[in-house]
């Protein structure tokens, strides 16, 4: 990482609103100091993986076929153990409403700079919030990448504009909602636990849902700019689609690699308060995004976790039947989640602080 401080000019944290447009502007031949993460180049590379991604076929998790179901349900609790990552297919999301989602929120950003700052919050709680970076008041070194996080359940958010935002948005967060449902009642079943106890221990009929739309724009340093730095997800699982661009990598073994999503597919990684919930069984996945010279990159994470009150600690089911000390100490999951968001995002760090 960058170690050197950024030279902002004469620019200030707070002057930085989007990257968009400074990526648009004809003169830009370099990018400026402050957005220069990586100071070794070999640092953003990533291999293929050497072992196949693992997919999971939703249909067969509730599958009325016994056989079916339970390989269905080992085959997700391997990938959820040896991977923290997966691609999903015959999920049931129509590939119209997911090409939808991508346009939509790609007009949004689209939309001119001088509309957008009714959605520019102080607070990193309000639930409409569209930004740069992650955190630019705690950052010196910024990310190449602009996003908008909408808290879309149990309510419902949304900005007004474009016309058709809210529609789509609403449509693929219920249907996301419905994905999340199912690979969690594989999840309890593969730990152990009744699915009612889990949907009370971890609030799910009010979980907290956040859409977040991210746009990488074409970057002419690609190899020292970050898109998003090396990082693991706060809810229980993200799902995650793209446009037709690549950028996504994962850390598997110690190593980076590249994801090349299957047509259609929805990627899936664990996140923080799985791996509290499942006391480490699950290990949270981390995971950046890299930037590139010749697309624009849009990526829609629709991060989904307990309900924002609970307070997430191991299951004590898993605990008596295991026999095992808790890894993790509770913690109210909005208090994480603030935690996170009003910090520098720097890998794992906000799951360490709840480690035993
Ligand atoms: O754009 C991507 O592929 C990853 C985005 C991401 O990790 C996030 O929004 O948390
Ligand atoms: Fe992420």
């Known amino acids: 990482m960058a170690e050197t401080s950024p030279q902002l000019g004469q620019h200030s944290a707070a002057s930085i609103t989007c990257v968009k447009k400074l990526a648009e502007s004809p003169d830009l ?23 196949s991604i693992p997919i999971i076929d939703l249909s067969l998790l509730s599958s009325d076929n016994p056989d079916h179901r339970s390989k269905a349900i ?6 959820c153990e040896e991977w923290g990552f997966f691609m999903v297919v015959n999920h049931g999301i129509p590939e119209q409403l997911m090409r939808d989602v ?21 607070n990193v709680l309000e639930p ?22 909408v808290c879309v359940h149990p309510e419902f958010h949304c900005p007004h504009k474009p016309q058709s935002l809210k529609e789509v948005v609403m449509e693929y967060c219920k249907k996301s909602r419905q994905v999340v449902r199912k690979l969690l009642k594989g999840v309890s079943e593969s730990l152990g636990i009744e699915e009612s106890e889990m949907e009370k221990c971890l609030g799910l009929d009010s979980s907290l849902q956040i859409f977040a739309a991210n746009l990488y724009p074409r970057c002419p340093n690609p190899d020292v700019a970050v898109g998003v730095a090396p990082h693991s997800d706060h809810g229980l699982f993200t799902l995650l689609i793209q446009n037709q661009v ?18 259609n597919s929805i990627l899936v990684n664990t996140a923080d308060h799985l791996e509290i919930f499942s006391n480490g069984k699950y290990k949270s996945v981390l995971h950046r ?26 299951a004590p089911h898993l605990l008596k039947t295991q026999g095992c000390r808790p890894a993790y100490v509770p913690m109210k999951y909005k208090d994480y989640l603030l935690t996170q968001q009003g910090s520098q995002l720097n890998g794992k760090s906000i799951l360490r602080r709840v480690q035993i």
């Open 246 to 263: 690549a950028g996504l990598h994962i850390q598997h073994k110690g190593k980076w690699v590249h994801v090349n999503p299957l047509p």
């Open 289 to 314: 995004a890299v930037v590139n010279n010749m697309k624009a990159r849009i990526s829609i994470a629709v991060a989904n976790g307990p309900s924002a009150d609970t307070v997430v600690s191991p």
């Open 29 to 51: 031949d370099s990018i400026p100091s402050y957005y220069a993460y990586y100071t070794n180049p070999a640092e953003t590379m990533a291999s293929d993986p050497h072992d």
């Open 74 to 79: 080992h085959d997700l609790d391997k990938a």
């Open 128 to 149: 409409i919030r569209y930004g740069t970076s992650f955190n630019t008041a705690k950052e010196k070194v910024f990310w190449w990448r602009d996003f908008l996080k």
């Open 102 to 122: 991508i346009d939509v929120t790609n007009e949004f950003f689209n939309l001119p700079e001088e509309e957008k700052p009714e959605f520019q919050p102080e």
